[in-house]
């Protein structure tokens, strides 16, 4: 059974930091694809980050390009989001989701297992 754990949310000024750690277990992590999405209240889920399995290329919404990085660590079966200088538009319930494939998407469709979310907010 596939498990995705989040974690590392929490509320910060703007302009601070905060790490986000996705715990997978239940999946060959390596082979698999991981995305972060994020959702705000009243809107629709949205991609923010992905990291392709295998050669682990990484891609980012424009939205936060030059402020966000995805990493993951295989060998942790652990995918992080680093989120610097937060605006107070970033304050949503992030979201670690994998796919069963080493292609990445930007369409949450595609992806396979949800975590349960983490709650991010940024003060202005």
């Known amino acids: 059974q596939v498990q995705l754990v989040e974690s590392g949310g929490g509320l910060v000024q703007a302009g601070g930091s905060l790490r986000l750690s996705c715990a997978a277990s239940?999946?060959?992590?390596?082979?698999?694809?991981m995305g972060w999405f994020r959702q705000a209240p009243g809107k629709e889920r949205e991609f923010v980050a992905a990291?392709?399995?295998?050669?682990?290329?990484?891609y980012l919404a424009d939205s936060i390009k030059g402020r966000f990085t995805i990493s993951r660590d295989n060998a942790k079966n652990t995918v992080y989001l680093q989120m610097n200088s937060l605006k107070p538009e970033d304050t949503a319930v992030y979201y670690c989701?994998?796919?069963?494939?080493?292609?990445?998407?930007?369409?949450?469709?595609?992806?396979?297992?949800w975590g349960q979310g983490t709650q991010v907010t940024v003060s202005s």
């Open positions: 990291s392709s399995g295998g050669a682990g290329s990484t």
């Open positions: 239940g999946l060959t992590f390596r082979r698999a694809a």
């Open positions: 989701a994998a796919r069963y494939t080493v292609t990445v998407s930007r369409a949450a469709s595609d992806y396979d297992n």
